[in-house]
Nanobody, 120 residues
Framework: QVQLVESGGGLVQAGGSLRLSCAASGSISGINQYDMFWYRQAPGKQRELVATITKDNIANYAESVKGRFTISRDNVKMTMSLQMNGLKPEDTAVYSC????????????WGQGTQVTVSS
């Protein structure tokens, strides 16, 4: 069973940067068919979609992170990254990644999440 593993979270001061990574624990057949997502969930709040990168390498962002976050993917390494600059205290959350097969919607992989804490 393939799992996703996030890394790169931590504690940073406001205005700082972090780079999150999401890697598959094994091989995913047809990785180029997958859309990839970063979500976050802060305590007491609903899960929020932060960024998407489609199988065609098109990126989309939540309004709250536009201009500060950059999503990217590497199909060969089966990884996805989220470069976060200009971090704000309101970015504090657990960040999770998801790979979703657009051809076979039963195939969807999730990571356990990584904590990002931004101090003011």
């Amino acid at each position: 069973q393939v799992q996703l593993v996030e890394s790169g979270g931590g504690l940073v001061q406001a205005g700082g940067s972090l780079r999150l990574s999401c890697a598959a624990s094994g091989s995913i057949s047809g990785i180029n068919q997958y859309d990839m997502f970063w979500y976050r969930q802060a305590p007491g709040k609903q899960r929020e979609l932060v960024a998407t990168i489609t199988k065609d390498n098109i990126a989309n962002y939540a309004e709250s992170v536009k201009g500060r976050f950059t999503i990217s993917r590497d199909n060969v390494k089966m990884t996805m990254s989220l470069q976060m600059n200009g971090l704000k205290p309101e970015d504090t959350a657990v960040y999770s990644c998801n790979f979703y097969n657009t051809f076979n919607t039963r195939l969807s992989y999730w990571g356990q999440g990584t904590q990002v804490t931004v101090s003011s």
